[in-house]
């Protein structure tokens, strides 16, 4: 076999490999649990994997399944893992306005492909450390098509500390995505003064909504809960464009492998 057949088939198996992944990429999804990822701490020390289903860690960053997530300033930390001591793994933090360190908490894939938020749950947006909301909490939500501007922005409920058997209210806010979370870059939160402590848990991303649990999820955006359970009112259908990029790229290459291996043989 000559040189120039090995590179051929070199650029064939590349292609493949390339091909493969980007339909995983596009048909996959992950649920954000913060119980498994792995995560960096103030003094650089990496945990991973963590055990957030008993464990309480501070962060500056935290990866999980693909998707990063970031706090700022430099420096600041949120907690991940079991902060409620409900042996479930969240993510809570405090914002600076109220004597926290949080200014921004910000979610992007790793591979800085677009991807669609569908459904989280808001177990803490209260003005009260650890204690119930009092309707004066100003956390806001923002998409991004391109990951730096806003694209849309809209205000959070107010919702009591806590999650089921974590010593709180007992229970959590499912939070519906509608078609302004599609074929996002990146996605985070802020405050404007009125929130202290800010928790989440189980973001689907690239994943179809759940049925609702509780008496009172709602939608951020435009649609209904079913239209986001469905589907129906997404702007974009999967593959992502980037999938389909990646697809065209590995069809491409693999095409050009094959005209240097006719041309040699």
């Not at 590179?7 to 198996?13: D, E, K, P, S």
């Not at 995560?39 to 860690?57: E, L, R």
């Not at 980037?242 to 065209?248: D, I, K, N, R, T």
Request: glycine share 14%; with cysteine.
């Amino acid at each position: 076999m000559t040189s120039t057949q090995t590179r051929g088939r070199a650029q064939l198996a590349a292609s493949a490999a390339l091909f493969t992944a980007s339909l995983a990429l596009a048909q996959s999804g992950v649920i954000v649990s913060f119980n498994s990822g792995a995560g960096v701490q103030a003094d650089s020390t990496v945990v991973d994997p963590i055990d957030g289903a008993s464990t309480q860690y501070s962060f500056v960053s935290y990866s999980e399944g693909g998707v990063d997530m970031m706090v700022t300033p430099s420096g600041a930390t949120v907690s991940v893992g079991n902060y409620y001591g409900a042996g479930d793994g969240v993510v809570h933090g405090h914002w600076i306005e109220e004597g926290g360190n949080m200014e921004t908490l910000r979610f992007e894939l790793a591979s800085g492909e677009p991807f669609d938020l569908n459904y989280y749950r808001l177990t803490s947006n209260t003005e009260i450390g650890g204690g119930p909301a009092t309707g004066n909490e100003d956390t806001y939500i923002i998409a991004s098509v391109d990951g730096t501007t806003e694209s849309f922005r809209q205000k959070l409920p107010s919702e009591d500390w806590g999650t089921v058997g974590g010593g709180g209210d007992g229970a959590f806010r499912e939070i519906y995505l509608g078609p302004e979370f599609d074929g996002i870059r990146a996605f985070w939160f802020d405050s404007e003064g009125g929130t202290f402590c800010f928790g989440m848990d189980e973001f689907y991303v690239n994943l179809a909504a759940p049925t609702p649990i509780t008496d009172d999820p709602i939608v951020v955006g435009s649609g209904t809960v079913d239209d986001a359970i469905s589907g129906s009112s997404s702007a974009r259908a999967i593959p992502t464009l980037g999938g389909a990029f990646l697809f065209l790229l590995s069809a491409i290459t693999g095409i050009a492998g094959i005209r240097v291996l006719r041309k040699r043989d």
